[in-house]
């Protein structure tokens, strides 16, 4: 069952987290978790290879797509913890505010991207392991573990703990 059906996030801070090992080095598509993510549609993803490659990435679309992309190199094959945090809210305010990104418990503070149009909800369901826009699944190509979704930005302590409850994965 999808418990996101009819969800919205408009005017919400938002926390992603997820064990991902990534099978995928070059850019293109690779999304973890999203919403549609389509010109036409809006709607919103998280990824690896979306944006750039081998780099973590929120993107946003409608008109067209926009990105925060991280500066840490993603290490294809193994296991990674990644949090994004969004508030979707002050998406549009320009430049990299709205999202943080944390691997492996340390927060990325080298974001680049610019932010400057407003977020347009997708009538696309909430996916994890790609999105869905008709005939395109945009597919996350690896393995993803232990993902959580909360409804509030979380600390940079609670972060730790999340990486530190599973720890390293082999």
Same mark, same amino acid.
């Given at each position: 069952?999808?418990?996101?059906?009819?969800?919205?996030y408009d005017n919400k801070?938002?926390?992603?987290?997820?064990?991902?090992?990534?099978s995928k080095t070059t850019q293109g598509n690779n999304v973890i978790i999203g919403q549609g993510i389509s010109n036409s549609d809006g709607g919103w993803g998280i990824a690896t290879g979306y944006a750039a490659a081998q780099k973590l990435s929120f993107s946003i679309a409608k008109p067209g797509v926009q990105s925060v992309i991280g500066s840490v190199t993603m290490n294809t094959g193994n296991w990674q913890h990644i949090v994004v945090?969004?508030?979707?809210?002050? !998406? +549009?305010?320009g430049? *990299?505010?709205a999202v943080k990104m944390y691997v /492996? #418990?340390?927060e990325d503070t080298g974001l680049t991207g610019n932010l400057t149009q407003n977020f347009d909800e997708s009538s696309f369901n909430?996916? !994890? +392991?790609?999105?869905? *826009?008709?005939?395109?699944a945009?597919?996350? /190509? #690896?393995?993803?573990?232990?993902?959580?979704?909360?409804?509030?930005?979380?600390?940079?302590s609670e972060v730790t703990t999340l990486y530190n409850e599973i720890g390293e994965k082999n």
């Open positions: 069952k999808d418990v996101l059906s009819g969800f919205t801070v938002m926390t992603f987290s997820a064990w991902i090992k990534s945090i969004v508030d979707f809210a002050d !998406i +549009g305010s430049g *990299t505010s /492996d #418990g340390v909430t996916a !994890i +392991g790609g999105t869905f *826009t008709g005939s395109d945009r597919f996350f /190509d #690896g393995d993803i573990d232990q993902v959580r979704i909360f409804n509030k930005a979380i600390s940079a």
